[in-house]
């Protein structure tokens, strides 16, 4: 039977986790021990150098092993002179630049972002990028006549894109953390911040050659974007036995396969591919969804353009407009003071409410727990928004109000005695 291994890929900048054992449910846990030191180390990718604050001097940084149950302790220690740090459990973009500026700028000209320089498969770039071969290139060593598990992360928040191995057949099995049934396909498509798991099998025997792994975004607007493709390596592993082969050894250039992937418009391609997915449920186990419904709610979104404000030029497609995002007709603007300090401070003209507002809530929540099993109906205010981050910072958001219901289950909790006033 052929073994089975997890690999995660983040189309963005993260680490490679790999998990070698199956989890059992006796299985009790264990303390596990790592130590962080935080180094300054300078990093080139893209041509660019620059110093930067590392992890045991690595970029991406050192990976944590852990399985359910687990206690991890991390031991950090700052070696960076003269400065604080603070360490975030998430990744960092690789920009020849000041990524908050340009942001700001973005959302000042009402135009869209600038784009990036590079795709990253686990934080490095690739061979198709100048300056990214050797080191700067994801490589994933793979054995002959096993199954592998491949976690892919589209954690590039302003894309679409398509993925595939060179003559390698894929399999999907699941999808944002919903198993479906499973389907090949030589091509997929991962849409922002989507998560998928597939199945790779590899050739009985291993070749003398190596896989590209190509992704590039799949785009259909009419604006800027970044048209460049990623791409790493799949390589066999081989078993250096000079008596069975010879030549195995000796043989420094490898043929070099690459996939073809659609093109960047391809949308009868994405609508394909996305009517393959189906649930696993059957006769026997049925999904059971509601039946009866209360309410039907009818949503239209879009993206257009407003004027530019006074004294301003903008790039919302020309000099006097920006562009705006809308639900329903109606462009969300994040509050920039806080509904709490506002209300404390009697800031009315702030945006963020009128001069009515309750002195007290009307009703209290306790905003710091988790609604038991996940699967409670929660009252409250709840953002709803595109994964797009451009397309959210221009207003494709909402927010859905929901109301306390007649069961115990379906009201807010009053706060606990300990609940801060601030």
Not at 242 to 254: A, D, F, G, I, V
Not at 263 to 282: C, E, I, K, P
Not at 346 to 366: E, N, Q, R, S
Request: hydrophobic share 40%.
């Amino acid at each position: 039977m052929a073994s089975l291994s997890l690999v995660a890929f983040f189309l963005a900048v993260s680490s490679l986790c790999a998990f070698h054992e199956v989890a059992h449910a006796e299985y009790t846990g264990v303390t596990r021990h790592y130590k962080f030191n935080i180094v300054l180390k300078n990093v080139t990718r893209l041509c660019h150098t620059k110093s930067m604050v590392t992890v045991n001097g690595e970029f991406p940084g050192p990976r944590i092993v852990a399985r359910d149950g687990d206690r991890v302790v991390v031991k950090v220690v700052n070696n960076v002179p003269n400065q604080n740090v603070t360490v975030h459990w998430y990744a960092r973009e690789w920009f020849n630049g000041d990524t908050e500026a340009i942001i700001s700028e973005s959302l000042h000209n009402g135009g869209g972002p600038n784009v990036s320089e590079a795709f990253t498969i686990n934080g490095l770039p690739g061979p198709l990028y100048n300056c990214s071969r050797g080191a700067g290139t994801f490589k994933l060593r793979v054995k002959p006549g096993k199954t592998y598990l491949l976690r892919l992360i589209n954690a590039a928040m302003n894309d679409d894109f398509f993925f595939s191995v060179a003559n390698h057949t894929l399999t999907t099995v699941e999808a944002d953390a919903s198993y479906v049934q499973p389907f090949e396909s030589e091509v997929l498509h991962i849409g922002a911040g989507q998560t998928t798991n597939v199945l790779l099998r590899t050739k009985p025997k291993a070749p003398n050659a190596q896989f590209y792994i190509l992704a590039r975004p799949y785009f259909t607007g009419a604006g800027t974007f970044d048209n460049t493709t990623v791409a790493g390596i799949l390589e066999y592993h081989h078993n250096h036995n000079h008596n069975h082969n010879p030549l195995l050894k000796k043989s420094k250039h490898h043929t070099i396969f690459e996939p073809t992937l659609p093109l960047t418009n391809a949308s009868d391609y994405v609508a394909s591919f996305a009517s393959r997915f189906r649930s696993l449920a059957n006769t026997e186990y049925p999904a059971c969804v509601p039946q009866t419904i209360d309410k039907k709610f009818f949503y239209t979104v879009g993206l257009g353009t407003t004027p530019c404000p006074k004294n301003q030029t903008c790039l919302g497609g020309s000099i006097d407009r920006k562009f705006a995002a809308s639900v329903n007709n109606i462009s969300f603007v994040t509050p920039s003071v806080a509904i709490l300090q506002a209300h404390y401070n009697k800031l009315y003209d702030a945006g963020v409410f009128t001069g009515d507002f309750p002195d007290f809530p009307l009703h209290p929540f306790d905003y710091t727990g988790n609604p038991p099993n996940n699967t409670l109906v929660d009252s409250g205010a709840w953002l709803m928004h595109c994964h797009f981050e451009a397309h959210a910072s221009w207003g494709l958001m909402m927010v859905w109000i929901v109301l306390d219901g007649e069961l115990p289950d379906q009201k807010v909790p009053p706060p606990p005695p300990d609940y801060p006033m601030c």
